[in-house]
């Protein structure tokens, strides 16, 4: 019987071992699954993001766009009425989904231009009305923070303001609501004013 010396079996043990690791490194399967793994969490954060990032954009522009159609629907008319004003509001918010347009507040208002004593422009609020009755601005009251060389005597300008906050879906990527503020203004285009007798 031949006697196996103790380094001879330490030898072979060492031997097998870098066989194995030779074959597992050169064995690629389950490599793909492994580096996709790693790769899962950065698509989705990347496709939900983009998702959020898009819906925040299209808002933007639905907002700017609402507010620029409705200003100029009112300055259309040649007078207001509140049941006038309710169905532009309404036909603003055809471009909205349900829940955006339970989300927005959108006020019009007619400023009227005149000198002071001194012959310096004044302009004041001749009427106000908004969708859901808040943030009208008084009557009579002065505007002052309009566009330089916006405002000249004896002129109207319709200036329509949109509120609206904007909610995420994914509130990992953004936080809260995004409050979208919009302005503009437009000039009567048959008229120099649009009363509105029933409006405050």
Partial sequence: ????????????????????????????????????????????????????????????????TVTETISDLVAQGTSATKQDLTDIFSIGSKALTTKESLEFNIVVTAIETQPNNSGTPVSRVKWSESKKGTNKHAKNSVVNNLPNGLARNYETIIMTELYYKHSSIYEFFIKGKKSFDRRFFSKPRYTSSIPCDDCS
């Fill in 1 to 64: 019987m031949i006697k196996k010396h103790p380094i001879n079996l330490f030898q072979v043990a060492v031997n097998k071992f870098f066989t194995k690791l030779s074959t597992f490194k050169k064995n690629s399967e389950g490599t793909a699954a492994i580096e996709f793994s790693f790769i899962l969490p950065l698509m989705i954060a990347t496709y939900f993001g983009t998702v959020e990032i898009s819906r925040l954009y299209i808002a933007k522009n639905k907002v700017e």
